[in-house]
């Protein structure tokens, strides 16, 4: 389970940074930063924050509302014409530094998901599979997937038939069947592999 120990340790005002949706074919990538006060948040909240990806939905849902009446906190995403320009590695960063510049106040220092780090006007660190380690990350974690999810859920209302609200943009079996009954929309990633696949043989079929 993620503790404050990261927080601890660098001192001052610390925030967790963390991103959703890199692998989807469809939709943007989010991100949020997420910063608690020097003692951390209330320890039943803090028993209850997790990766978001160790949690269900609705638990995910309930601790939405708490963590943004707890904790200053952004949010930012990079569009799907952004990750297929910059690529997908470099759009999640470009969310990063957004949700970064949504914080109210600047933090002292960074603690950031993953191996590498984006650009950012402070001391950052980067904590490998953070979301479970850190509380402040995993918390960021949770804001960044359900933002996200809502957006996708929202684009499965104006593009029925790619089970958006229940995939998300993945690669599932109801998805690739939408992609061949309904084809290309304008919210896929044409940089992906699998998308770009659909296109070029369109091409070559109208040819």
Same mark, same amino acid.
């Given at each position: 389970?993620?503790?404050?120990?990261?927080? #601890?340790?660098?001192?001052?005002?610390?925030?967790?940074?963390?991103?959703?949706?890199?692998?989807?074919?469809?939709?943007?990538? /989010?991100?949020? $930063?997420?910063?608690?006060?020097?003692?951390?948040?209330?320890?039943? %909240? $803090? $028993?209850?924050?997790?990766?978001?990806?160790?949690?269900?939905?609705?638990?995910?849902?309930?601790?939405?509302?708490?963590?943004?009446?707890?904790?200053?906190?952004?949010?930012?995403?990079?569009?799907? !014409?952004?990750?297929?320009?910059?690529?997908? *590695?470099? @759009?999640? /960063?470009?969310?990063?530094?957004?949700?970064?510049?949504?914080?109210?106040?600047? &933090?002292?220092?960074?603690?950031?998901? !993953?191996?590498? *780090?984006?650009?950012?006007?402070? &001391? @950052? #660190?980067?904590?490998?599979?953070?979301?479970?380690?850190?509380?402040?990350?995993?918390?960021?974690?949770?804001?960044?997937?359900?933002?996200?999810? #809502?957006?996708?859920?929202? %684009?499965?209302?104006?593009?029925?038939?790619?089970?958006?609200?229940?995939?998300?943009?993945?690669?599932?079996?109801?998805?690739?069947? !939408? *992609? @061949?009954?309904?084809?290309?929309?304008? /919210?896929?990633? #044409?940089?992906?592999? &699998?998308?770009?696949?659909?296109?070029?043989?369109?091409?070559?079929?109208?040819?």
């Amino acid at each position: 389970m993620p503790d404050f120990s990261f927080e #601890r340790e660098l001192g001052g005002r610390v925030a967790g940074i963390d991103e959703a949706g890199r692998g989807p074919w469809a939709g943007p990538v /989010h991100a949020a $930063a997420v910063m608690f006060g020097p003692a951390g948040p209330p320890a039943e %909240l $803090a $028993a209850r924050i997790n990766d978001s990806k160790q949690l269900s939905a609705a638990q995910r849902e309930a601790l939405y509302p708490i963590l943004f009446e707890v904790a200053e906190f952004g949010v930012g995403m990079a569009s799907v !014409g952004e990750i297929d320009e910059l690529n997908i *590695l470099a @759009a999640s /960063h470009l969310a990063m530094t957004r949700a970064f510049a949504a914080l109210a106040s600047p &933090p002292d220092a960074a603690l950031v998901d !993953g191996n590498r *780090l984006p650009e950012l006007p402070c &001391p @950052a #660190r980067c904590v490998v599979k953070g979301d479970s380690k850190c509380l402040s990350i995993a918390a960021a974690s949770i804001i960044a997937k359900v933002t996200r999810d #809502r957006h996708m859920t929202e %684009l499965a209302r104006h593009h029925p038939g790619y089970a958006w609200e229940r995939n998300f943009g993945y690669g599932t079996p109801q998805h690739r069947e !939408g *992609l @061949a009954n309904l084809g290309v929309t304008a /919210h896929h990633r #044409r940089s992906f592999k &699998p998308i770009r696949k659909l296109l070029e043989e369109s091409i070559e079929s109208n040819t």
